[in-house]
């Protein structure tokens, strides 16, 4: 475990090619105890808050709903099912815009009637006895489908359902799994303090899901700029057989491929998944609510999320229902300073900036960072001169200023041929870019393109 | 000693001139491609714009279509009535109705018509401006950047306070535009008379969430569809029918424009206010 003095105990190198180290600003956040919201007045949740086909609406306007009731179903296989995190009354449907700029049609709750307390949900969560040892008891099948019910998704960011990653598959076989901490995204500390806190319901979604895929190695990978997470994570995983992979702080050390690269030594494939390397790999909050669905049969209703950034008064980190307002939280944590300047769901690496407050928290919202008018201020474009920052930048070997020039010019055929497909959108390039060019807002551009240019 | 250099190189390149060109003559016939006489005239007649209006890929594969598979003889948008003419005079056939196709931008707001704008740092282009949040709060209406005025060879579409205007008096109906907005708000409209109504928003929300990102948008009111036939509903928008409209309807069209109370119908085209 190199930086703490003991043997690496996991094949790989700890780190990947590539790759930048951007100042992590977890200060803001990283040392504030997650705090309960309390119940919101009401609840708006959109009908697609993860990757896969929209859920259909299953209540009625009108209808009175109790806490945790599904509200909407997923008909296709890739969809996942939503809850109502209080109880209320369904208002008439409505839409809204998601911070990715998806406009979207929602489910309308009003806060009315017996409410549970979210306290207690947190509790659970927080609980130190998962009752480990009826885990075997629990048929691979009967998990994924559980999770399923639960409406579960990759809390990471990427909101991937999550039932589809632990389907238990004869046709590809899976040895690891990797339990993603890494949380390599500046600001972000909503993963930390979930280690930190419950670090044994981590444990128990790990040991679930490393069940239902049939694992045979568990790893729950965190960045060696937690020091203190690892230290909960090994005190909870003592006598099991999930182990604490501490890999070197790096962005985007969190990245799927690269995390596989790091621990493992393997190269996932071009445009395949860790599972064709047989590694199913999952978020620390995920594995949290893998363990409170299956254990104590409760539906994801609630997540933590980081308020975040030198722009905002009081930054801290909030166990908050699914579907509250981004103003609300805001405003919980004291609202925004004076030199605020921009709003962003989720890290200043991946996220979203938006402007409208009402724009509902999702399954996949990680943080709100507020940036200062320093911290956001950006050159003015100008010419590419080919100083290859970004090529060394990015972690997937591509040619960054290749592709976002191929976008601009609208070449899909080139864009093609230079693998733009590859390119999950980290920002290392961007970050990087001397010339300040908008590489990847490009490079998205582009992905339309050849989208549209395969289609016809 | 010179000349005869001269002479030699001269005489060789004379020989090979002529066998040269006894090759190509012969090749000339060998390899001879009968080509439709009608072809050719049709070609001669259309305006070598290249500009794929009429739906074809340039004015070549058109002129084929004519003159092959007895397509329309009027759709060209360069040449206009006179080509239309012209060619149906090639191909021994009636003009038919020549009615002008011209782009529509379904979008009315100026910059202080729209709500929630932000100060944008991105890409400056509509393609790009439309894959994040935050523009505006309208996600269906005009971002303004002009990817439609980038596309149009003809000067025809300008960005006016952040909105699309077409300028119909310059304007061929290639249809460039309609191609390049990826908020598919422009559309192809005939143009029965030259100033048509139309409705100026393609909102399809409810008004309620309509209002919260527009001073300008259709909130679904109704108003004009009751005092006026030209206009119908779909889907929370009120419709012009512009196949329907004709000069003599215009009394009942400016009725259902004065009901409006967001002042989102407007005339567009030719001599429009």
Not at chain 1, 170 to 182: F, P
Not at chain 1, 207 to 228: H, Q, W, Y
Not at chain 1, 294 to 323: D, E, Q, Y
Not at chain 2, 126 to 140: D, I, K, S
């Amino acid at each position: 475990m190199g930086f703490f003095g003991s043997k690496e105990e996991f094949p790989g190198k700890g780190s990947f090619p590539h790759g930048i180290h951007p100042p992590d600003n977890k200060f803001y956040s990283a040392g504030a105890e997650v705090e309960v919201l309390p119940n919101p007045g009401k609840v708006v949740l959109p009908l697609l808050q993860h990757i896969g086909a929209p859920c259909e609406p299953v209540v009625k306007p009108k209808q009175m709903v109790t806490c945790g009731e599904m509200v909407g179903k997923g008909q296709a296989f890739v969809s996942a099912a939503l809850h109502s995190p209080v109880a209320g009354k369904v208002k008439k449907n409505t839409v809204v815009t998601l911070a990715n700029g998806r406009h979207l049609p929602a489910i309308e709750i009003k806060t009315d009637g017996d409410q549970v307390d979210p306290e207690d949900l947190w509790k659970e969560m927080t609980d130190t006895d998962w009752s480990l040892s009826t885990i075997p008891d629990y048929a691979p099948d009967e998990i994924s489908k559980l999770i399923h019910a639960a409406g579960i998704v990759g809390l990471g960011g990427a909101a991937f359902p999550t039932h589809v990653k632990v389907m238990p598959s004869d046709k590809q076989l899976i040895d690891t799994l990797l339990v993603n901490g890494c949380e390599c995204e500046p600001y972000l500390t909503c993963d930390y303090r979930i280690m930190k806190e419950a670090p044994h319901a981590i444990v128990a979604g790990a040991l679930l899901a490393g069940r239902a895929v049939s694992a045979k190695e568990i790893f729950i990978c965190v960045e060696d700029n937690k020091p203190e997470a690892i230290e909960a994570l090994e005190s909870a995983t003592q006598n099991t057989v999930v182990q604490v992979a501490v890999v070197k702080t790096k962005y985007p050390q969190g990245s799927e491929k690269q995390l596989v690269k790091a621990v493992l030594d393997l190269e996932v494939p071009l445009g395949g998944l860790p599972s064709a390397v047989g590694v199913a790999m999952s978020n620390v909050g995920t594995m949290a609510a893998v363990a409170r669905a299956v254990i104590k049969k409760g539906p994801l209703t609630h997540r933590v999320v980081s308020v975040t950034g030198g722009g905002i008064a009081n930054p801290k980190n909030l166990f908050v229902p699914i579907g509250i307002t981004m103003g609300e939280l805001i405003d919980y944590c004291g609202g925004l300073t004076r030199d605020a300047a921009r709003i962003i769901a989720g890290g200043p690496m991946m996220g979203f900036a938006f402007s409208d407050l009402n724009t509902p928290v999702t399954k996949g919202t990680s943080g709100i960072t507020i940036l200062t008018h320093a911290e956001a201020a950006r050159g003015e474009e100008t010419s590419c001169v080919r100083c290859g920052r970004c090529v060394d930048a990015c972690p997937m070997n591509l040619v960054p200023t290749k592709l976002a020039m191929a976008a601009r010019y609208q070449n899909p055929e080139l864009a093609r041929q230079y693998n733009i497909n590859a390119c999950f959108e980290c920002g290392s390039c961007t970050y990087v870019c001397p010339a300040s060019i908008k590489l990847v807002q490009l490079i998205r551009t582009g992905k339309a393109q050849v989208a549209a240019a395969m289609k016809k | 000693m010179i000349e005869i250099t001269i002479g030699i190189a001269a005489v060789t390149m004379l020989g090979m001139a002529v066998i040269m060109s006894y090759i190509l003559g012969w090749a000339n016939k060998k390899f001879h491609v009968e080509v439709d006489e009608k072809v050719e005239a049709v070609l001669e007649a259309l305006p070598g714009a290249n500009c794929g209006g009429c739906g074809y890929l340039g004015c070549s594969e058109y002129a084929v279509a004519v003159v092959a598979d007895n397509a329309p003889v009027n759709k060209c948008p360069v040449g206009g009535e006179g080509c239309a003419i012209e060619v149906a005079g090639i191909m021994g056939v009636d003009v038919g109705d020549s009615v002008p196709n011209r782009p529509v931008v379904h979008c009315g707001a100026r910059f202080e018509e729209r709500k929630g704008r932000t100060e944008y740092k991105g890409e400056m282009r509509c393609a790009a401006a439309n894959l994040v949040a935050g523009v505006q709060g309208c996600t269906f209406g005009c971002l303004g950047f002009g990817d439609c005025v980038s596309v149009c060879q003809y000067d025809a579409i300008h960005i006016e306070d952040g909105l699309a205007v077409v300028d119909y008096d310059k304007c061929i109906g290639c249809g460039a535009c309609v191609k390049a907005c990826p908020r598919l708000i422009i559309s192809m409209t005939d143009f029965h008379e030259d100033k048509i109504p139309s409705v100026l928003c393609s909102n399809l929300d409810k008004g309620k969430d309509v209002t919260t990102v527009c001073t300008k948008g259709c909130i679904g009111c109704k108003a004009c569809v009751k005092v006026s036939d030209i206009f119908t509903m779909d889907k929370n928008m009120a419709v012009a029918d512009t196949d329907a409209y004709r000069a003599e309807n215009e009394e009942s069209a400016v009725e259902g424009l004065e009901k409006c109370p967001k002042d989102c119908i407007g005339f567009i085209g030719k001599n429009a206010d």
